[in-house]
């Protein structure tokens, strides 16, 4: 091994001792030890689940007879109009004595379930009785009017079968006593999937 000259030794010496002068002299300060932070137990989290409200999916045909009930009456049971129409769906007294129901005003509007047996007899005789029609024109225009079968079957809860009739031969424009037209009904009341 080779022996390191006076004057490489002095060198070194000199570098280490400013290697170690420069940092400055050691530190007098005294060195606090690290005292944990006071840990506290935690809080558990308390989430309060809301259930969503339940959402039952109507049927079309359940849908079509909200509709028209909310057209003719807001959905009560119990209206009965200027012109003696009752109930949820505003049965005359004659619409209702042609589906074989006889009782009176005041049996027929605290009567819901009446009601809407009332107006399926009615979609049923209506549908029987306009079948011709319906499989005709369904899905055509007719007199500017798009044409469905439930729009038909409101037509004719509004004006009657003959008036339907008449609107599909000539074009004639049937209105009630406050001045709705059938057509109003076909547009409004079209493209429900009913299950008559």
């Known amino acids: ?104 005003q005041e049996e027929f509007i605290n009567n819901p379930s009446l009601q809407e047996q009332a107006m399926q007899l009615l979609l049923k005789h209506n549908k029987k009785k306009l079948r011709r029609y319906i499989e005709k024109y369904e899905g055509k225009m007719v007199h500017g009017v798009y044409i469905t079968e439930s729009g038909i079957l409101a037509a004719a809860h509004l004006g009657g079968q003959g008036n339907v009739r008449r609107f599909f031969r000539n074009g004639y424009e049937f209105k009630d006593g406050f001045g709705t037209k059938i057509t109003s009904y076909m547009k409004l009341f079209g493209g429900y999937d009913l299950n008559i």
């Open 1 to 104: 091994m080779k022996k390191l000259s006076k004057g490489t030794i002095s060198v070194l010496i000199i570098i280490t001792f400013m290697v170690l002068t420069s940092y400055g002299p050691p530190s007098r300060n005294k060195i606090e030890p690290i005292v944990p932070l006071e840990i506290k137990p935690i809080t558990p989290l308390h989430i309060n689940y809301v259930k969503p409200p339940l959402v039952i999916k109507l049927s079309q045909h359940q849908q079509f007879l909200n509709a028209i009930g909310h057209r003719e009456s807001t959905n009560r049971y119990d209206v009965v109009n200027a012109y003696g129409y009752m109930g949820k769906y505003q049965f005359g007294k004659k619409t209702l004595r042609g589906l074989g129901i006889k009782v009176t």
